[in-house]
């Protein structure tokens, strides 16, 4: 079959889900988005391209890729889904669809999916793929709850560092016999059969100190070797995703998976990225590393496991491990000395506030002064060129981790011989491989971190990012070192964009200042030419739908105290005319504490706020109110302006406290702003604005959600409408019916 022919049949399947749809209204924007799918898919080349006859060579395979913007309104999940899984179907092919959280994973496999399978003519098979951590591992679990073999050691103090260990002793005793009560319960339902060892679909999901004991983790885990192999949730959903044609994954699972063949290979499927503004963010901190050059007792803990088990598996490498160890702590150690020698006076300054949370302060020795909310303090190095004291003791950890590296490998090699060999044995052989596997990922991360460390750019390219910081964690005092790349785009060209032959890139949100220029830097695609972009306008009326009310300050919104009390009474103004739903988003939790703060009695039993309670908890009260007849106003932050689907009546009014400019002190920006100012740039204009544009979009795109809604936005940041950059911003966002108001 042809390209032509491949993409339209794949459009007549998509007209037909539609015409089956009831009540479901034709929208030109979807079906010219499913036109771009459909086109960009049929001319990518899967797989193995055969040399045509006479060619000594195979030609490179054709690339497709398409970046989509579809306003709200579109339908893009459907305009993407239908052509993709029709043209698999007919390549005998695979559909990747990646997402940016997994809650949108849930919507599309609960709910969009099922209903789309229902309407295709061919029948299809889809399933959820999450990462491993988010499934129980049962053999950890029958640990932890008492209801297992306990191997030869106390496994549950035996697999953790002395983080853990500290954090547990610290801990009341009601608390730990709750949590061993809570595990036992796990281990119960999960034995009865009520729960498939999924987090996600406990009822109340544990927190993430809770959890992680019990987590799977591939580090730790022996697979088909293990023996509760049989009964594993997360081999068990391997197992779907081999017999299903479309997988939905996450952005955090599509890059931490590549060449780990879990997921679809990329040069014989169709990728779908869907929320992909969010991508370049996650492949900066996919790649980012770090390393706590302070604790340091799990590398004694590890090579003495090590030697343990190697000697008992009579693995040579284990002759190596004493040096190795001993030499990696040493270094560490050192390193940690010269960083407080070389940065100590930043590391004990304090940190300048960003958000309302107090920053750690210094004494008179290299202790800072803990309080209940101290931030780490931090030191980045300048231009991206490690220090010459630091280059040696790093080259030591790099060198020693590596070698201690290898010798786990060997012991882990001849862990899973042993099991293959003597299966009888494999609880034993598991825990031992296990309590390996529970610390190497800590000396991954050494090692990465030091390589990072000692990288040098090449001649005008751009350095990484790296930095260190200073901390209290409880009776700690901790220095680490951290180390970034600064180029997300670079990062995804040479991981992602190199094995991917056909993809769509969507979103709400793509172009930035009505520009696609931004995001296609940043997502690694600027001067592909194997790039089309496309942008599908909302079939939304804003003009008629929306009104855009710019209240302006007399005080500058940068100076935060006089702002900020300004903008609080004009809210609590606007705030007492709401008669049905509102959100209010601020930029920090301080911003947001003021406003609380300055409720007047009668107004607070109509205000619902982010901390203090769960999400859904806090929606479900909202459309209660709102359902009732009753005003309802969430106060929420960063989180609650992007992703939020609150329609009609549940979002009449949406106030934006001041513009979402991205934190000023993040090492990583820092970098590169300094890269940019140095080859005579402005990271301002560059990268500032742009940034926030997209993040701005995100929060006003929570105000109309359907044709029939009408919404009031409010912004006080008066830099909206008299900054130059401000005028960029308004370009990026819907045509609202703009409305001034002065500052009186």
Same mark, same amino acid.
């Given at each position: 079959m042809? +390209? +032509?022919?491949?993409?339209? +049949?794949?459009?007549q399947s998509f007209d037909a889900v539609v015409q089956a749809t009831e009540g479901f209204r034709s929208r030109g924007g979807q079906r010219r988005m499913a036109e771009q799918v459909a086109h960009t898919f049929a001319r990518a080349q899967l797989g193995k391209v055969e040399a045509e006859d006479g060619d000594s060579a195979s030609p490179p395979p054709a690339r497709s890729i398409a970046v989509v913007q579809a306003g709200t309104g579109v339908g893009k999940s459907l305009a993407y889904s239908v052509p993709a899984i029709a043209m698999a179907l007919a390549r005998g092919t695979r559909v990747l669809i990646s997402t940016a959280t997994v809650a949108l994973q849930e919507q599309l496999v609960q709910k969009d999916l099922p209903a789309l399978a229902a309407r295709m003519p061919q029948p299809f098979q889809f399933a959820l793929a999450k990462g491993r951590g988010r499934y129980v591992c049962k053999l950890k679990l029958e640990r932890l709850a008492g209801t297992g073999e306990a191997g030869d050691e106390a496994p549950e103090d035996d697999l953790f560092a002395e983080e853990e260990a500290a954090a547990r002793a610290a801990r009341p005793r009601h608390e730990t016999e709750a949590r061993m009560k809570f595990y036992a319960t796990m281990a119960d339902v999960l034995a009865r059969g009520a729960w498939d060892g999924d987090r996600d679909t406990l009822e109340s999901p544990p927190e993430p100190e809770v959890w992680s004991p019990v987590a799977a983790e591939a580090s730790s885990c022996t697979g088909k070797h293990c023996p509760a192999f049989s009964q594993c949730t997360y081999y068990d959903r391997r197992k779907a995703l081999v017999a299903a044609q479309v997988i939905v994954a996450n952005h955090d699972l599509l890059l931490s998976s590549l060449g780990a063949r879990l997921l679809p290979e990329l040069d014989n499927c169709l990728l779908v990225i869907d929320e992909a503004h969010h991508l370049p963010s996650t492949a900066l901190d996919q790649f980012a590393c770090e390393a706590d050059l302070s604790r340091?007792?799990? &590398?004694?803990?590890?090579?003495?496991?090590?030697?343990? &088990?190697?000697?008992?598996m009579e693995v040579e490498e284990v002759a190596d491990i004493p040096n190795h160890s001993a030499r990696l702590r040493t270094a560490l150690q050192d390193a940690a000395r010269i960083v407080m020698d070389v940065y100590g006076s930043e590391l004990r300054s304090p940190r300048p506030a960003w958000g309302g949370a107090r920053p750690a302060t210094a004494g008179s020795t290299t202790r800072p002064q803990a309080t209940a909310n101290a931030m780490p303090t931090r030191a980045r190095v300048a231009g991206g060129a490690l220090p010459e004291a630091l280059v040696e003791p790093f080259g030591q950890v790099a060198h020693h981790a590596a070698g201690f590296l290898d010798a786990l490998r060997a012991i882990a090699k001849a862990l899973r011989t042993e099991m293959r060999d003597k299966p009888d044995e494999a609880r034993r052989l598991s825990t031992l491989y296990a309590q390996i596997g529970a610390l190497a990922? !800590?000396?991954?991360g050494v090692h990465d971190t030091a390589q990072l460390l000692l990288q040098d750019a090449p001649e005008g390219a751009v350095p990484a990012a790296k930095w260190f910081t200073l901390a209290v964690d409880g009776d700690f005092i901790v220095v680490k070192a951290h180390a970034s790349p600064v180029l997300p785009g670079n990062t995804l060209r040479n991981h992602l964009w190199s094995a991917v032959r056909g993809a769509v890139l969507t979103s709400a949100t793509l172009t930035s200042c009505g520009q696609f220029d931004f995001f296609l830097r940043e997502a690694g695609l600027?001067?592909?030419?194997?790039?089309?972009?496309l942008e599908v306008p909302s079939p939304f009326d804003y003009a008629l739908q929306g009104t855009l009310i710019a209240s302006e300050t007399q005080a500058d919104p940068r100076q935060a105290a006089d702002y900020t009390a300004e903008m609080v009474d004009a809210l609590l103004s606007d705030l007492a005319m709401v008669e049905a739903g509102a959100l209010v988003l601020f930029t920090s939790r301080d911003q947001m504490r003021q406003a609380v703060?300055?409720?007047?009695?009668?107004?607070?039993?109509t205000v619902l706020v982010q901390t203090q309670m769960p999400r859904a908890q806090l929606?479900? !009260?909202?459309?209660?109110?709102?359902?009732?007849g009753e005003p309802s106003i969430i106060f929420g932050m960063q989180s609650f302006g992007e992703g939020l689907d609150l329609p009609g009546a549940l979002c009449e009014s949406l106030f934006i406290t001041k513009l979402p400019f991205a934190p000023p002190d993040d090492p990583v920006g820092e970098a590169r702003a300094e890269w940019l100012r140095g080859a005579g740039r402005d990271p301002f204009s560059e990268l500032v604005v742009p940034a926030t544009a997209i993040r701005l979009a995100q929060w006003v795109g929570r105000a109309i959600r359907t044709e029939e809604d009408r919404a009031h936005v409010y912004c006080y940041d008066k830099r909206l409408v008299r900054t130059a950059y401000g005028q960029r911003l308004l370009k990026g966002l819907p045509p609202f019916t703009l409305e001034r108001r002065t500052a009186g």
């Amino acid at each position: 079959m042809s +390209q +032509q022919e491949w993409a339209a +049949q794949a459009l007549q399947s998509f007209d037909a889900v539609v015409q089956a749809t009831e009540g479901f209204r034709s929208r030109g924007g979807q079906r010219r988005m499913a036109e771009q799918v459909a086109h960009t898919f049929a001319r990518a080349q899967l797989g193995k391209v055969e040399a045509e006859d006479g060619d000594s060579a195979s030609p490179p395979p054709a690339r497709s890729i398409a970046v989509v913007q579809a306003g709200t309104g579109v339908g893009k999940s459907l305009a993407y889904s239908v052509p993709a899984i029709a043209m698999a179907l007919a390549r005998g092919t695979r559909v990747l669809i990646s997402t940016a959280t997994v809650a949108l994973q849930e919507q599309l496999v609960q709910k969009d999916l099922p209903a789309l399978a229902a309407r295709m003519p061919q029948p299809f098979q889809f399933a959820l793929a999450k990462g491993r951590g988010r499934y129980v591992c049962k053999l950890k679990l029958e640990r932890l709850a008492g209801t297992g073999e306990a191997g030869d050691e106390a496994p549950e103090d035996d697999l953790f560092a002395e983080e853990e260990a500290a954090a547990r002793a610290a801990r009341p005793r009601h608390e730990t016999e709750a949590r061993m009560k809570f595990y036992a319960t796990m281990a119960d339902v999960l034995a009865r059969g009520a729960w498939d060892g999924d987090r996600d679909t406990l009822e109340s999901p544990p927190e993430p100190e809770v959890w992680s004991p019990v987590a799977a983790e591939a580090s730790s885990c022996t697979g088909k070797h293990c023996p509760a192999f049989s009964q594993c949730t997360y081999y068990d959903r391997r197992k779907a995703l081999v017999a299903a044609q479309v997988i939905v994954a996450n952005h955090d699972l599509l890059l931490s998976s590549l060449g780990a063949r879990l997921l679809p290979e990329l040069d014989n499927c169709l990728l779908v990225i869907d929320e992909a503004h969010h991508l370049p963010s996650t492949a900066l901190d996919q790649f980012a590393c770090e390393a706590d050059l302070s604790r340091l007792t799990w &590398i004694d803990k590890l090579a003495s496991r090590a030697l343990r &088990i190697g000697t008992l598996m009579e693995v040579e490498e284990v002759a190596d491990i004493p040096n190795h160890s001993a030499r990696l702590r040493t270094a560490l150690q050192d390193a940690a000395r010269i960083v407080m020698d070389v940065y100590g006076s930043e590391l004990r300054s304090p940190r300048p506030a960003w958000g309302g949370a107090r920053p750690a302060t210094a004494g008179s020795t290299t202790r800072p002064q803990a309080t209940a909310n101290a931030m780490p303090t931090r030191a980045r190095v300048a231009g991206g060129a490690l220090p010459e004291a630091l280059v040696e003791p790093f080259g030591q950890v790099a060198h020693h981790a590596a070698g201690f590296l290898d010798a786990l490998r060997a012991i882990a090699k001849a862990l899973r011989t042993e099991m293959r060999d003597k299966p009888d044995e494999a609880r034993r052989l598991s825990t031992l491989y296990a309590q390996i596997g529970a610390l190497a990922p !800590r000396l991954e991360g050494v090692h990465d971190t030091a390589q990072l460390l000692l990288q040098d750019a090449p001649e005008g390219a751009v350095p990484a990012a790296k930095w260190f910081t200073l901390a209290v964690d409880g009776d700690f005092i901790v220095v680490k070192a951290h180390a970034s790349p600064v180029l997300p785009g670079n990062t995804l060209r040479n991981h992602l964009w190199s094995a991917v032959r056909g993809a769509v890139l969507t979103s709400a949100t793509l172009t930035s200042c009505g520009q696609f220029d931004f995001f296609l830097r940043e997502a690694g695609l600027h001067g592909d030419e194997a790039v089309t972009a496309l942008e599908v306008p909302s079939p939304f009326d804003y003009a008629l739908q929306g009104t855009l009310i710019a209240s302006e300050t007399q005080a500058d919104p940068r100076q935060a105290a006089d702002y900020t009390a300004e903008m609080v009474d004009a809210l609590l103004s606007d705030l007492a005319m709401v008669e049905a739903g509102a959100l209010v988003l601020f930029t920090s939790r301080d911003q947001m504490r003021q406003a609380v703060d300055a409720l007047p009695t009668a107004m607070r039993g109509t205000v619902l706020v982010q901390t203090q309670m769960p999400r859904a908890q806090l929606l479900a !009260r909202h459309r209660e109110r709102v359902a009732a007849g009753e005003p309802s106003i969430i106060f929420g932050m960063q989180s609650f302006g992007e992703g939020l689907d609150l329609p009609g009546a549940l979002c009449e009014s949406l106030f934006i406290t001041k513009l979402p400019f991205a934190p000023p002190d993040d090492p990583v920006g820092e970098a590169r702003a300094e890269w940019l100012r140095g080859a005579g740039r402005d990271p301002f204009s560059e990268l500032v604005v742009p940034a926030t544009a997209i993040r701005l979009a995100q929060w006003v795109g929570r105000a109309i959600r359907t044709e029939e809604d009408r919404a009031h936005v409010y912004c006080y940041d008066k830099r909206l409408v008299r900054t130059a950059y401000g005028q960029r911003l308004l370009k990026g966002l819907p045509p609202f019916t703009l409305e001034r108001r002065t500052a009186g």
